[in-house]
């Protein structure tokens, strides 16, 4: 069926949305976030969730097609069209305008979504090729150190005190953008040092990932501030910043409160379906490539995201991703609703 492939390219539907942004006025600058954080969840509220997985044999099929891979490359060259047109749109609007900071979202939602959010797609891939493309994504939302401790951190350590990207019960997400980003910077340089320790290298060589990553976002950084100008760096930092936290949300929900058994060997049980919050609406889930469908990643990284399955022992999510990144905005709203999942 067409249409299985085809339905992942309804996440281009954002850069139409960020087009209009670019060339509005006013209020309808925020178009983008109207659409993806109010739409979507609205609907969201009437569509029931869809549980129905692939058959083995369909499962076989899907996994290798072109096609879905094909959808992932086409982010790195549209979030650089974006980029450079959003360089140049926003130099010429004021400094802390209606305008600016609509049109400053657009792009921050670009960052999250096909920037962050297909950068890690590609990230867990074997190929080579597959991960620099995700790099470059990552790095077009200044966000290159996910990589480091994603694959080697927070895969090993989620669900535990140990991961930067697991949100303890009670946490606001406010102090868990701040713990989670930094904490997980400074996890990825050592877990960088550890790997080249393993292979008896320096730390301080171009093999170092996070070397390479800092030399490329600050030419990154450099090159807008000496191509255009300081007010365009600055926009630029402030939409990064913005896909960061819409990156750092979505860890928040998506293991909060979730906490592996410590076992009397003094290690952690093994990851369990359990140990993420998933949910299975459709849209939120088809624009973000399956990744609310978020245990059976964990349980296994390399899965591709078109054959993720939903499971039943899995804790679920009242709604999709956009309407609970939402909700975790109201605290005890949030504490409320999820406290109560929680102790189930």
Known sequence: ?????????????????????????????????????????????????DVVNLKKELEVKEKNKLIYDLILYIALPVQIVFLIYFFKIIQNVPFGTVDFYGKVTA???????????????????????????????????????????HNAGHHK??????????????????????????????????????????????????????????????????????????????AFILAAVFGIGLLETVNYIEHYGLLRKRLESGRYEKVKHSHSWNSDHSIGRTLLFNLSRHSDHHYNGSKKYQILKSLPESPKMPTGYPGMMLLALVPPIWFFVMNRRLDK
């Not at 996440?11 to 942004?21: E, I, Q």
């Not at 867990?124 to 939302?141: D, M, N, P, V, Y």
């Not at 713990?179 to 997980?184: G, L």
Request: glycine share 6%.
């Open 1 to 49: 069926m067409v249409f299985r492939s085809f339905k992942y390219f309804l996440v281009y539907l954002l850069p139409v949305t960020v087009y209009y942004s670019f060339n509005a006025t006013g209020v309808l600058a925020f178009m983008p976030l109207f659409v993806f954080f109010g739409g979507v969840p609205l609907m969201e509220l009437f569509l029931k969730p």
């Open 107 to 149: 792009m921050g939602l670009m960052c999250g979504v096909l920037g962050i959010n297909v950068g890690h797609e590609l990230g867990h891939r074997r190929s080579r090729l597959k991960q620099f493309i995700g790099e470059l994504l990552l790095l077009s939302s200044l966000d290159t150190h996910f990589l480091p401790y």
């Open 157 to 234: 350590n989620v669900a535990t005190p140990e991961d930067a990207a697991t949100a303890k019960k009670n946490q606001w997400v406010f102090s868990f953008w701040f713990t989670s980003h930094f904490r997980s910077y400074v996890e990825a340089w050592k877990q960088e040092c550890l790997r080249l320790k393993r292979l008896n290298r320096s730390w301080f060589s171009i093999d170092n990932r996070m070397i390479l990553y800092s030399i490329a976002s600050l030419f990154l950084l450099s090159s807008i501030y000496l191509f255009f100008s300081l007010h365009v760096f600055l």
